[in-house]
Nanobody, 114 residues
């Protein structure tokens, strides 16, 4: 299973970005897809995950600002990030759980800076 993430970049505080992640390979059934992030000097943390049939879970720090969605036909997951803050700066990793194993994407950098 391969995860290809895209959509990161540089944005000013208050701005928006949309991350995308497409899964390919011998995926089988997907239990969860989602996003984690890791800021410099910090541990990797959950941002948002979405299950089947669409139940979601968000970190408290992003509730009301980020929205996760999923296109099951495309084995893809998206993260709409609005009202971005300086502390959202991190490498964002796509994640997939197919009931047998966890998979990680290569990470995409999100930098929030004025």
């Amino acid at each position: 299973v391969q995860l290809q993430a895209s959509g990161g970049g540089l944005v000013q505080p208050g701005g928006s970005l949309r991350l995308s992640c497409a899964a390919s390979g011998s995926i089988s059934r997907i239990k969860f897809m989602g996003w984690y992030r890791q800021a410099p000097g910090k541990q990797r943390e959950l941002v948002a995950v979405i299950g089947n049939p669409g139940n979601t879970n968000y970190a408290d720090s992003v509730k009301g600002r980020f929205t996760i969605s999923r296109d099951s036909a495309k084995n893809s997951v998206y993260l709409q990030m609005n009202s971005l803050k300086l502390e959202d700066t991190a490498v964002y990793y796509c994640y997939l759980d197919n009931y047998r194993q966890n998979y990680w994407g290569q990470g995409t950098q999100v930098t929030v800076s004025s």
